[in-house]
């Protein structure tokens, strides 16, 4: 039976019963981004056993530096972060919250040096992508929890427990979900349904899609009938490759961006996206109806993991597992999902919304039942011979857009 009481906390409470109003432009995070991801030589290789750990001086350093992606965190109209404030005067941390995760290669490129030298990146914690999370666990890039500073890491929900990579969640918890799908401007073009429909004559130069190679090429692989989720090979990959290299040199492809692809739509020099779910619908509460509108294709959506990970040279361990136990509480979890308007990983959070706003429990993007969950397919993990070579090609495809 679902526990609808309200939170005891008054404070939490009114941060998830305001959270549908707080929703307010975050395009100014966008402003610079870099647009394709470069191309990267992802060797193979084991966990370095040299790696150790950085000491952790948390009990002397109260500050942790958060790096997470655009669109991510509960923000007011005064362009603070309710969730975040409240965490800092609860725990007398004091968080850098960086917003400069705008794709996960483009990102890597960045810190890989440092990592491999298990050196401070200037990050403590970061969300990378699931299949960019089980690279650094094998490669040994990321700290172990001390799980009892994390009581609440036992509320992730059953499903993103025990994944193949990291059995228990020993270095990694995620931190939101949510689907790739198409997105239109309801104010320029007709109803866009199909992949196919993205190279309609109307659309010619304005259409985006994004870096993200397994959520675009995943959605032309299942526009090919292909079950991404399950065995395919280089034949089915060049294959869907092949049409994405048609639409780019052909200019009906306008971008090939990471988060930064909101700029197009925003500035109408694209009217049609491969787009993320919680992405599109807070476009919309910025225009205050739905201008874009976000469609699973009839083939079918991706859906994607980002996962908290405390890289290997962080000396501030002890202050990220806080910050994490903190957004594993149920009403916390609720509040950021009702804005940021991703699937949240955490058991009670549906609960708690519920108590606060039953309609948006219901919302498919949020907390997918079963039905919708069929419609969705996640990219299968790729060992590291097939990713050096659909990630290689897909950059020769990215880097001529």
């Known amino acids: 039976m679902l526990n609808r009481s309200l939170p005891e906390d008054p404070m939490i409470r009114n941060l998830i019963s305001m959270a549908k109003k707080s929703q307010v432009s975050r395009r100014t995070f966008l402003a610079g981004a870099g647009g394709s991801a470069v191309a990267l030589g992802l060797a193979a290789c084991a966990a370095d056993e040299a790696l150790v750990a950085a000491e952790d001086v948390s009990a002397t350093d109260k500050t942790l530096n958060w790096s997470n992606w655009p669109f991510y965190i509960d923000e007011d109209d005064d362009g603070n972060y309710p969730t975040l404030v409240a965490f800092q005067e609860k725990f007398g941390i004091d968080v850098n919250y960086m917003v400069d995760f705008d794709d996960n290669n483009t990102y890597y490129a960045k810190v890989r ?8 990146m200037g990050a403590d914690l970061v969300c990378p992508t699931e299949w960019m999370v089980s690279r650094w666990v094998s490669l040994g890039y990321a700290q172990e929890f001390n799980e009892a500073n994390m009581p609440n890491k036992a509320n992730v929900v059953d499903r993103l427990a025990n994944p193949d990579f ?10 939101q979900a949510g689907f790739a799908g198409i997105a239109y401007n309801t104010d320029k073009t007709g109803e866009v349904k199909t992949v196919e429909d993205l190279w309609r004559a109307d659309l010619n130069g304005r259409v985006v899609v994004l870096s993200e190679m397994r959520d675009t090429m995943g959605l032309l692989l299942m526009a090919n009938g292909v079950d991404i989720s399950k065995d395919f090979g280089a034949d089915e990959f060049n294959e869907a490759l092949d049409v994405l290299r048609a639409q780019v040199d052909a200019g009906q492809i306008r971008n090939v961006r990471g988060n930064s692809y909101t700029e197009d739509l925003v500035n109408e020099d694209a009217l049609a996206a491969i787009a993320w ?6 476009l919309n509460y910025e225009e205050g109806y739905e201008k874009w509108k976000f469609v699973f294709p009839e083939s079918g959506a991706t859906i994607w993991n980002d996962t908290f990970v405390v890289p290997i040279g962080s000396p501030r361990k002890s202050n990220a597992e806080a910050l994490m136990n903190y957004y594993y509480e149920p009403e916390v979890a609720a509040e950021v999902a009702a804005w940021v308007n991703y699937v949240t990983p955490v058991k009670g959070a549906y609960e708690a919304m519920v108590a606060i706003d039953p309609e948006l429990a219901e919302d498919q993007l949020i907390f997918p039942n079963d039905a919708t969950l069929d419609q969705v397919q996640a990219f299968r993990t790729l060992d590291s011979a097939e990713d050096n070579e659909f990630q290689a090609a897909f950059q020769s495809v990215v880097l001529g857009a």
Request: charged letters at 30%; proline letters at 8%; glycine letters at 12%.
């Open 113 to 120: 040096d440092q990592l491999a030298l298990g050196q401070d």
């Open 166 to 175: 990291d059995p228990g969640r020993k270095k990694s918890l995620p931190w």
């Open 277 to 282: 779910s919680g992405d599109i619908t807070l």
